[in-house]
Protein backbone atom coordinates (compact mmCIF):
# COMPACT_ATOMS: atom_id res chain seq x y z
CA UNK A 1 0.00 0.00 0.00
CA UNK A 2 1.38 3.43 -0.69
CA UNK A 3 1.80 5.88 2.07
CA UNK A 4 0.34 9.12 1.76
CA UNK A 5 1.98 11.72 1.95
CA UNK A 6 0.08 15.43 1.71
CA UNK A 7 1.31 18.98 2.21
CA UNK A 8 -1.20 21.45 3.11
CA UNK A 9 -1.44 24.96 4.99
CA UNK A 10 1.15 26.81 2.84
CA UNK A 11 1.48 30.59 2.86
CA UNK A 12 3.69 32.83 1.44
CA UNK A 13 4.81 36.34 2.68
CA UNK A 14 5.78 38.73 0.11
CA UNK A 15 9.44 37.82 -0.56
CA UNK A 16 7.35 34.50 -1.91
CA UNK A 17 9.13 32.05 0.38
CA UNK A 18 6.88 29.89 2.84
CA UNK A 19 6.06 31.23 5.80
CA UNK A 20 4.22 28.31 7.33
CA UNK A 21 4.76 24.48 6.89
CA UNK A 22 2.69 21.24 7.66
CA UNK A 23 3.29 17.57 6.59
CA UNK A 24 0.31 15.80 7.03
CA UNK A 25 0.72 12.49 9.34
CA UNK A 26 1.56 9.73 7.49
CA UNK A 27 0.20 6.49 7.12
CA UNK A 28 3.42 4.83 9.99
CA UNK A 29 2.00 1.79 9.49
CA UNK A 30 2.34 1.17 5.37
CA UNK A 31 5.54 -0.22 3.73
CA UNK A 32 6.31 2.35 1.29
CA UNK A 33 6.26 1.10 -2.24
CA UNK A 34 9.74 -0.74 -3.73
CA UNK A 35 11.03 2.06 -6.34
CA UNK A 36 14.38 1.05 -6.26
CA UNK A 37 17.01 -2.15 -7.07
CA UNK A 38 19.17 -0.99 -4.52
CA UNK A 39 23.15 -1.00 -5.60
CA UNK A 40 25.34 -1.92 -2.82
CA UNK A 41 28.98 -0.31 -3.48
CA UNK A 42 32.25 -0.40 -1.46
CA UNK A 43 33.36 2.95 0.17
CA UNK A 44 36.96 2.17 -0.89
CA UNK A 45 36.39 2.77 -4.68
CA UNK A 46 36.20 6.43 -5.40
CA UNK A 47 33.59 6.02 -8.37
CA UNK A 48 31.05 4.67 -5.62
CA UNK A 49 31.86 7.72 -3.61
CA UNK A 50 31.16 10.26 -6.70
CA UNK A 51 27.71 8.14 -8.20
CA UNK A 52 26.38 8.27 -4.25
CA UNK A 53 26.75 12.27 -4.33
CA UNK A 54 25.42 12.26 -7.50
CA UNK A 55 22.18 10.22 -6.31
CA UNK A 56 21.94 12.54 -3.38
CA UNK A 57 22.15 15.34 -6.27
CA UNK A 58 19.35 13.73 -8.23
CA UNK A 59 17.21 13.51 -4.97
CA UNK A 60 17.58 10.04 -4.10
CA UNK A 61 17.63 8.51 -1.25
CA UNK A 62 21.19 7.09 -0.17
CA UNK A 63 22.34 5.37 2.94
CA UNK A 64 25.96 5.73 4.00
CA UNK A 65 28.36 5.76 7.33
CA UNK A 66 29.02 8.24 9.39
CA UNK A 67 30.82 8.25 12.81
CA UNK A 68 27.95 6.85 14.74
CA UNK A 69 25.73 4.81 12.89
CA UNK A 70 24.26 4.52 9.23
CA UNK A 71 22.33 7.45 7.90
CA UNK A 72 19.93 7.83 5.23
CA UNK A 73 20.40 10.93 3.16
CA UNK A 74 19.02 12.81 0.09
CA UNK A 75 19.28 16.47 -1.59
CA UNK A 76 18.58 18.75 1.54
CA UNK A 77 17.71 21.68 -1.27
CA UNK A 78 15.05 19.44 -2.98
CA UNK A 79 11.82 19.53 -0.84
CA UNK A 80 9.92 16.44 -2.82
CA UNK A 81 13.07 14.07 -1.61
CA UNK A 82 12.85 15.31 1.23
CA UNK A 83 9.41 14.73 2.19
CA UNK A 84 10.35 11.00 0.72
CA UNK A 85 12.71 10.71 3.43
CA UNK A 86 9.94 11.08 5.49
CA UNK A 87 7.72 8.47 3.87
CA UNK A 88 10.30 5.85 3.40
CA UNK A 89 11.55 5.90 7.19
CA UNK A 90 7.88 6.40 8.19
CA UNK A 91 9.16 9.23 10.68
CA UNK A 92 6.43 11.81 12.18
CA UNK A 93 6.14 14.82 10.62
CA UNK A 94 6.61 17.15 13.56
CA UNK A 95 10.32 15.66 13.85
CA UNK A 96 13.02 17.59 11.58
CA UNK A 97 15.53 16.25 9.14
CA UNK A 98 18.97 17.19 10.58
CA UNK A 99 21.56 18.28 7.89
CA UNK A 100 24.84 16.76 8.28
CA UNK A 101 27.34 19.23 7.06
CA UNK A 102 30.75 18.05 5.27
CA UNK A 103 33.04 21.44 6.15
CA UNK A 104 32.59 24.50 8.58
CA UNK A 105 32.15 27.02 5.66
CA UNK A 106 29.20 24.83 4.51
CA UNK A 107 26.98 25.98 7.74
CA UNK A 108 25.70 29.75 5.66
CA UNK A 109 24.50 27.69 3.45
CA UNK A 110 21.76 26.00 5.69
CA UNK A 111 22.16 28.47 8.90
CA UNK A 112 22.06 32.38 9.62
CA UNK A 113 22.49 34.34 13.08
CA UNK A 114 24.16 31.58 14.47
CA UNK A 115 24.99 32.17 18.14
CA UNK A 116 28.57 32.75 19.22
CA UNK A 117 28.13 30.17 21.98
CA UNK A 118 27.01 27.64 19.19
CA UNK A 119 30.31 28.50 17.28
CA UNK A 120 32.27 28.42 20.08
CA UNK A 121 31.10 24.64 20.53
CA UNK A 122 31.15 24.10 16.90
CA UNK A 123 35.00 24.44 17.09
CA UNK A 124 35.31 22.41 20.36
CA UNK A 125 33.50 19.26 19.16
CA UNK A 126 33.78 20.14 15.32
CA UNK A 127 33.78 17.13 13.54
CA UNK A 128 31.83 14.77 15.44
CA UNK A 129 29.13 13.23 17.53
CA UNK A 130 27.72 16.64 18.40
CA UNK A 131 24.39 18.31 16.85
CA UNK A 132 23.16 21.62 17.29
CA UNK A 133 20.16 23.26 16.44
CA UNK A 134 20.85 26.82 15.09
CA UNK A 135 18.49 29.36 13.28
CA UNK A 136 18.11 27.96 9.54
CA UNK A 137 18.00 29.69 6.37
CA UNK A 138 14.77 30.56 5.63
CA UNK A 139 15.19 29.35 1.81
CA UNK A 140 15.49 25.67 3.33
CA UNK A 141 12.66 23.56 1.98
CA UNK A 142 9.84 24.21 4.89
CA UNK A 143 10.07 19.90 5.10
CA UNK A 144 13.33 19.83 6.61
CA UNK A 145 12.17 21.60 9.98
CA UNK A 146 8.73 23.37 11.16
CA UNK A 147 10.43 25.38 13.74
CA UNK A 148 13.28 28.59 13.19
CA UNK A 149 16.29 25.90 13.92
CA UNK A 150 17.66 23.25 12.08
CA UNK A 151 19.52 20.92 13.42
CA UNK A 152 23.15 20.50 12.24
CA UNK A 153 26.81 18.51 12.50
CA UNK A 154 30.21 17.70 10.81
CA UNK A 155 30.18 13.80 11.32
CA UNK A 156 33.81 12.60 12.35
CA UNK A 157 34.06 10.15 9.16
CA UNK A 158 35.85 10.73 6.12
CA UNK A 159 33.44 8.88 4.21
CA UNK A 160 30.62 11.08 5.53
CA UNK A 161 32.40 13.65 4.36
CA UNK A 162 33.68 12.93 0.69
CA UNK A 163 30.11 11.87 -0.11
CA UNK A 164 28.79 15.25 1.45
CA UNK A 165 31.58 17.17 -0.08
CA UNK A 166 30.70 15.87 -3.21
CA UNK A 167 26.94 16.29 -3.57
CA UNK A 168 27.51 20.19 -2.45
CA UNK A 169 28.61 20.44 1.23
CA UNK A 170 25.19 19.63 2.77
CA UNK A 171 22.80 16.31 3.26
CA UNK A 172 19.64 15.88 4.79
CA UNK A 173 20.30 12.40 6.56
CA UNK A 174 18.51 10.75 9.27
CA UNK A 175 19.18 7.56 10.45
CA UNK A 176 18.83 4.12 8.02
CA UNK A 177 15.90 2.59 9.83
CA UNK A 178 12.19 2.56 10.00
CA UNK A 179 11.27 4.71 12.67
CA UNK A 180 11.41 3.00 16.09
CA UNK A 181 14.09 0.58 14.84
CA UNK A 182 17.08 -0.32 16.05
CA UNK A 183 19.56 2.26 14.18
CA UNK A 184 21.78 0.41 11.59
CA UNK A 185 25.13 -0.23 12.10
CA UNK A 186 26.92 -2.07 9.16
CA UNK A 187 25.60 -1.77 5.50
CA UNK A 188 23.98 -5.05 6.04
CA UNK A 189 22.09 -3.87 8.48
CA UNK A 190 20.90 -0.92 6.63
CA UNK A 191 19.84 -3.25 3.77
CA UNK A 192 17.89 -5.58 5.37
CA UNK A 193 15.68 -2.54 6.24
CA UNK A 194 15.73 -0.80 3.43
CA UNK A 195 16.57 -2.31 0.33
CA UNK A 196 14.11 -1.19 -2.29
CA UNK A 197 13.80 1.95 -1.01
CA UNK A 198 16.88 3.19 -1.65
CA UNK A 199 18.71 3.47 -4.47
CA UNK A 200 22.82 2.84 -3.21
CA UNK A 201 24.08 1.70 0.20
CA UNK A 202 27.95 2.54 0.34
CA UNK A 203 29.37 0.15 2.40
CA UNK A 204 31.76 1.78 4.87
CA UNK A 205 31.96 -1.24 7.41
CA UNK A 206 30.95 -1.11 10.88
CA UNK A 207 30.46 2.30 12.34
CA UNK A 208 32.20 0.69 16.27
CA UNK A 209 29.34 2.56 18.01
CA UNK A 210 25.40 2.42 18.30
CA UNK A 211 25.13 5.59 20.28
CA UNK A 212 23.60 8.49 18.34
CA UNK A 213 25.05 12.10 19.00
CA UNK A 214 24.27 14.50 21.40
CA UNK A 215 21.88 16.87 20.75
CA UNK A 216 21.70 20.81 22.07
CA UNK A 217 19.06 23.63 21.34
CA UNK A 218 21.14 27.20 20.41
CA UNK A 219 17.91 28.82 19.70
CA UNK A 220 17.09 29.93 22.83
CA UNK A 221 18.67 32.29 25.82
CA UNK A 222 19.68 29.43 27.05
CA UNK A 223 21.34 26.28 25.36
CA UNK A 224 19.53 23.09 26.38
CA UNK A 225 20.18 19.65 25.57
CA UNK A 226 17.42 17.73 24.47
CA UNK A 227 18.85 13.78 23.79
CA UNK A 228 22.19 12.06 25.24
CA UNK A 229 24.60 11.01 23.53
CA UNK A 230 28.10 10.08 23.09
CA UNK A 231 29.75 13.55 24.09
CA UNK A 232 26.87 14.45 27.01
CA UNK A 233 29.49 14.10 29.55
CA UNK A 234 32.52 16.14 27.56
CA UNK A 235 29.91 18.59 26.98
CA UNK A 236 28.63 19.23 30.60
CA UNK A 237 32.34 19.69 31.84
CA UNK A 238 33.31 21.79 29.03
CA UNK A 239 30.25 24.54 29.38
CA UNK A 240 28.57 23.87 32.85
CA UNK A 241 25.93 26.75 31.89
CA UNK A 242 24.12 24.39 28.93
CA UNK A 243 20.45 22.85 30.91
Not at 178 to 206: K, N
Amino acid sequence: MQVMIESSAFALDRSGRFEAFKVAKMGLGERPPTRHKTRHLMAGDPQAIMETAAAIKRGDLVVFPTDTIYGIGTNAFDESAILSLYGVKRRPSEKGIPILLADGADLEKVATAVPQAARDLMAHFWPGPLTLIVPKKRDLPAAVSDSEGIAVRIPDNEIARAVIRAAGGAVATSSANRSGHAAAQTAGQALAELEGDVAIVLDGGPTGQATPSTIVDCTGERMRILRQGSVTDELKLYDQSIE
